[in-house]
């Protein structure tokens, strides 16, 4: 029981405005806001403990005036009763009721308090407490100042519920912001978590659950939360991996990949070699008839069909292909521009198509994406933010806050997939899934094409078993950084390139 609540609650994502109304219905219900602070406390320092377990350490907690700062000074003085040597920074000289006794407490404890944040400056860790989830407001002086000082120490930084200064929805700083080496997010997970921009401060970050009650989170967020967390649990669960004990290849999913060109066959090798590894039943691959051979010794287990071909690129789908016979189509990794007419077919088909590389900047020349919500099919699109802007110069900025961006542009009626550090899905209702996690080992030619190919396979699968597709798009990307994730921990960072990304997909279902 206790195991399917922290996979359920490690799936919600939260605005502030939803925080302070879960927050709010739980002390409506009679718990004492002293009661949590204690019980929130106390769970940050056995976090503390067992990070920094030498008790020799010297502390500073930097304390702010509201609920955040009572929460570090809590934490103050447990660490203090336990042997850690504590000082304490305080900024503001006016302080909520509660972090005012606090305050009062610690001081009476002989632990050092000091209004200037050099005081902290020979500390081997900093607690900071100084903003909690809510901040909107422009960091000023003389605070502002102080965090760029401590933010030029290099110190290691444990910032409790966010690093201050950051703003809990986009991530953005807010002139600026701590940079923590770590950040302990209490309750559920904040919008912030989940946008690239915030991702230099956050540090690592972890969720410190202090079981707030399931009724009073969904009460408001509702049963089917509006953004959810893509978790290893919910991923796993929605793969088509299982099969029948009596079944054969076409109940498996037959995807048409349509990729490559005379300049980048090996875009179409790496799309090919993502869809080995869905697992697919069959795998077909159109491609100018001068790769032919190449991709037949590549992918032996594939179809390879030659197509007509003009300056590198395809033609056009000679008549031996129908698309219909197929339950999903991938389309665009290596394409070049010049095969225009070979996204409009599969545009006009009606199965499953996923866009990527330049089947997006085809589909953003021709400027038909108003049109995609007539398909008769899903359409994905997965974009990285450069295309998104092509594609949608209209929406918010992607790199500001990537949430927004995709929930605005998935009225056109497709599955918009942005690419990046937190990979962002919206579907037409604009529900949002996001990746919580990633490795800038990806930030490599070819990773893409790698994903176009494993998504592309996993529809395909799916279609054949009427699953919810949106799921399968998110578990995908899933797969996707979670491979690069392993394959950076063995080889570094630097040796995951695109073939060796493969390698590592199915070493993640191990």
């Known amino acids: 029981m206790a195991q399917n609540r922290r996979e359920e609650i490690a799936g919600f994502v939260v605005t502030a405005e939803q925080m302070r109304h879960i927050e709010g219905r739980v002390f409506v219900a009679g718990m004492p806001v ?38 570090a000074l809590v934490v103050a003085r447990e660490l203090h009763f336990h042997g850690y040597d504590v000082l304490i920074y305080r900024p503001f000289s006016k302080l909520k009721e509660l972090t005012s006794q606090h305050f009062q407490y610690a001081k009476n404890l002989g632990i050092p308090c000091f209004d200037d944040i050099s005081a902290l400056k020979d500390c081997d860790l900093i607690i900071d407490g100084l903003f909690g989830f809510g901040l909107e407001r422009i960091i000023t002086d003389p605070v502002a ?49 989940l946008q690239d921009q915030a991702l230099e401060y956050i540090g690592e970050a972890e969720l410190i659950d202090f079981d707030l009650p399931l009724t009073d989170i969904k009460a408001v967020l509702g049963d089917q939360p509006n953004i959810r967390r893509i978790t290893p649990e919910f991923a796993l669960s929605h793969l088509p991996l299982k099969r029948p004990p009596v079944t054969h290849k076409y109940k498996q ?133 450069g295309e998104f802007k092509r594609l949608f110069p209209d929406a918010p900025d992607p790199n500001k806050d990537r949430v927004n961006a995709v929930r605005k542009v998935s009225q056109h009626g497709a599955i918009v997939l942005l ?24 930030a490599r030619g070819g990773s893409g094409d790698v994903l176009t190919g494993l998504m592309g396979g996993l529809v395909a699968a799916a279609s054949t078993r009427k699953m919810p597709i949106e799921n399968i798009v998110a578990s995908a990307a899933w797969w996707h950084a979670t491979s690069g994730i392993l394959a950076a921990q063995e080889r570094t960072e630097l040796g995951v390139d695109a073939f060796t990304l493969t390698q590592y997909l199915i070493s993640v279902l191990r």
């Not at 444990?158 to 997010?185: M, N, Q, V, Y």
């Not at 037959?254 to 869905?278: D, E, Q, V, W």
Request: proline share 5%; net charge negative; charged share 15%.
């Open 34 to 71: 002293a009661a949590l602070m204690e019980k929130v406390a106390g769970l940050i320092v056995r976090r503390i403990q067992v990070y920094h377990p030498n008790h020799s350490l010297r502390v500073g907690i930097i304390a702010g005036s509201g609920h955040n700062g009572g929460d």
């Open 145 to 193: 100042t102080a965090i760029n000082q401590l933010n030029q120490w290099s110190k290691t930084i444990i910032s409790i519920d966010l690093p201050s200064g950051l703003h809990t929805d986009t991530g953005e700083a807010l002139g600026i912001a701590i940079r923590a080496t770590r950040t302990f997010c209490l309750g559920l997970w904040k919008l912030a978590f």
């Open 253 to 385: 999913g037959h995807l048409l990949l349509i990729c490559g060109s005379h300049k980048y066959a090996g875009g179409a090798i790496l799309t090919g070699l993502g869809a080995r590894a869905s697992g697919v039943g069959m795998l077909s691959m159109a491609v100018p008839e001068s790769l032919k051979d190449i991709l037949t010794a590549q992918l032996p287990e594939a179809l390879i069909i030659g197509c007509p071909e003009e300056t590198g690129a395809i033609a056009y789908l000679p008549e031996t292909i129908e698309l219909s016979d197929y339950s999903a189509i991938a389309c665009g990794p290596g394409l070049t521009k010049d095969a225009s007419s070979v996204v409009q077919s599969a545009l006009n088909s009606t199965i499953p198509l996923i866009l990527d590389a330049d089947g997006l900047n085809i589909l953003a020349q021709l400027g038909t994406i108003p049109t995609l919500s007539q398909r008769q099919a899903p359409t994905i699109l997965t974009p990285h933010a």
């Open 419 to 442: 690419k990046g550090a937190r990979t962002a899905i919206a579907d037409h209702s604009g529900s949002i899934w996001i990746i919580p996690e990633s490795t800038p080992a990806l």
